[in-house]
Structures are given as C-alpha cells and as structure tokens.
C-alpha cells in the first residue's frame, strides 16, 4: 500500500486527528512547564498515568480513563507533598518508583495480549478508537479553558513569584490547578509516546522554542508548531515503513530542538 492508501484508512486519520490536538495541548502548555522548570514532575506524572493505564487493563475498562484518573492523581500529591521547593524533587523521585513498581506489577497481573502492555511503555496511537478521541479532545478543550482562565496570574506566578506573592496572587493554588493540567495533559500524551517518552512532547518542543525567542507569546506559538510537527510528522513517517511512531515522534522532536539549539548558539554570537 501507498502512503496515499494509508492515509485512506480511519485509524489512521483518528491517529493523525489525536497527534494534531495533542501537539496543540502540549505546545500550549510546555513553555510554562519548561519556566517553571517541572520537566522532572512531567515525567513522574507520566508513571502514574502509566499505573493508572495498568490498572484499567487489569480491570477491564479504557486504558484512557485509568491514565487520566492516575495523572490527576499524580498532580494532586505532588502539589500537596512538595510545598517546599527543596521537597520537589525528592517527592517526584518517591512517586515515580512508586508508579513504575506499581504499574509494573499490574501489568504481571494482566493475562492478556502484550501489545496492550508494551503500548503503554511506548505508546500506540494507531489503537486510538473514537471514544478514546472523544475522551482526548473533551479533555484538551478543558484544559485549554481553564488555563486561559488562569493565563495572567499563571504567567506572573512563574516569572517571579516572589513579587507575585506579595501582589496577593494566589501562587500555591494557581501551582496545584496547573500541576493538573498538565497531568491531563500527560495523560493524554501517554497514549502517543507511552510513559516512558511522554517528555518529547511536553518538553522538548518547549525547551527547542525557548532556545530562538525570549517571547513568550513567540514562544507558544514556536512550540506548538514544534509540537505539531514532531507528533503528525512521526505518525506520517512512520506509515510507509511501518516502524514505531513513538520512536519516530521522539526522533522529529530531538532534531528540531537540535537545529533551534545551533540557531540559538548563532543568535547569541551574532548579538
């Protein structure tokens, strides 16, 4: 079959259709997580969301709705048991070997097929049914909404949040809301590049733009065009030849931070 042919067929447009909105929620949001330097906490996030992912499989119900009940999870005890700044990491550290073991032992438990299990490793866009997009664009649209809603006090809190404290900014809270957004949107994101490389949407499409512009309204925009280009490209790349999309999307994502790195090194000299 042709890539033309492929391009016919509905999985694949439902994949393509989730990758886009993926990319979109992911672009949005990484500029803040990369600012507030919590690409540590996304990437425990994603264990829980693969625990919770694993526990779904074990009881019968869709991988997606026990992925997002995990990261929300996930977001909650981080928000709560990290109220210091020294505590983070630590904290994040707990939870991730917490998740992983947990999930892993889950998925020991689960008799049946392996693909199921690897997919949550690495993901499986090409499984995702129309009721796993409904889930994912209900889910995006709400978290778009309230971080529109949050935008302002959001930005201000993460640029300096000393000064945003004492103009009566609601920091820890507004810390909180946002931690689960982005277990949302981890969640979500688990499904494209599994647990194990939800980083290369949520990250590294952010960490490319930041490196060419100090907007950050640039910056948004530069990464969800990354982001977009990194998840629909892996999935168009991946078609004719019928390797991994995840192993693709994570390949487009690091090349693009690359080449904004060398373009971000000529910028400072140039200046």
């Known amino acids: 079959m042709t890539i033309f042919d492929l391009l016919e067929l509905d999985f694949v447009q439902t994949a393509l259709i989730a990758a886009a909105v993926l990319g979109l929620v992911a672009g949005v ?5 990369v600012t507030r330097k919590m690409a540590f906490a996304v990437h425990g996030t994603s264990e829980l969301a693969f625990t919770g992912g694993a526990a779904a499989l074990l009881l019968g119900i869709g991988v997606g709705y026990g992925a997002l009940a995990g990261s929300i999870i996930a977001a909650v005890l981080l928000g709560v048991l990290s109220r210091r700044e020294n505590d983070r990491d630590s904290v994040i550290g707990a939870i991730l070997a917490f998740g992983l073991g947990m999930g892993i032992l889950m998925l020991a438990l689960y008799k049946g097929r392996a693909a199921n299990k690897f997919g949550l490793l690495t993901g499986q866009i090409v499984g995702v049914d129309s009721t796993d ?14 971080l529109a809603f949050i935008y302002r006090p959001l930005f201000f809190a993460s640029v300096d949040p000393d000064v945003a404290i004492s103009r009566g900014v609601p920091v820890r809270s507004l810390s909180i809301v946002f931690a689960v957004l982005v277990g949302v949107a981890t969640a979500l994101s688990v499904q494209v590049v599994g647990a194990l490389l939800v980083l ?17 309204l640039r910056a948004t925009v530069l990464s969800v065009v990354f982001a977009e280009v990194a998840a629909v490209g892996g999935i168009l790349l991946s078609l004719q030849p019928g390797l991994p999309v995840s192993a693709l999307v994570t390949a487009v994502s690091f090349v693009i931070y690359l080449v904004c790195r060398g373009i971000g090194a000529v910028q400072r000299r140039s200046t």
């Not at 949001?29 to 997580?33: A, K, W």
């Not at 997009?133 to 309230?146: E, F, G, H, R």
């Not at 949407?201 to 952010?206: G, K, R």
Request: no cysteine; aromatic share 2%.
């Open 29 to 33: 949001l990484g500029p803040f997580i």
């Open 133 to 146: 997009l409904s889930l994912l664009v209900v889910s995006s649209v709400a978290v778009l909404a309230v």
């Open 200 to 216: 290369a949407l949520m990250i590294t499409p952010a960490a490319a733009a930041m490196r060419i512009t100090a907007s950050p």
